[in-house]
């Protein structure tokens, strides 16, 4: 978590809002006491993943066996079962 005073956060408010956008935690301070911690917001409400959380899935998925048809024929073939 990064802390950055009032009078900085102003003059460098839309590098703070990319930071917190990627992922990176930022309080914003007035008078050393904290006040506003910027994070993004989504219609979710969780925010974007942490790029982490996204470096452990494509690594879990890269153990995964290979498919032995196609994505396409998967969604295929299950639309035509629920007919």
Do not use: N, W
């Amino acid at each position: 978590m990064t802390d950055y005073p009032l009078v900085k956060a102003k003059e460098q408010l839309s590098r703070l809002i990319d930071k917190a956008l990627a992922g990176e935690e930022v309080t914003i301070t007035r008078h050393g006491k904290p006040v506003v911690d910027l994070r993004p917001r989504s219609a979710s409400g969780q925010g974007r993943p942490k790029i982490a959380l996204i470096d452990e899935i494509a690594a879990r998925a890269k153990l995964l066996p290979p498919l032995k048809e196609r994505a396409a024929e998967i969604v295929r073939r299950m639309r035509d079962e629920g007919r």
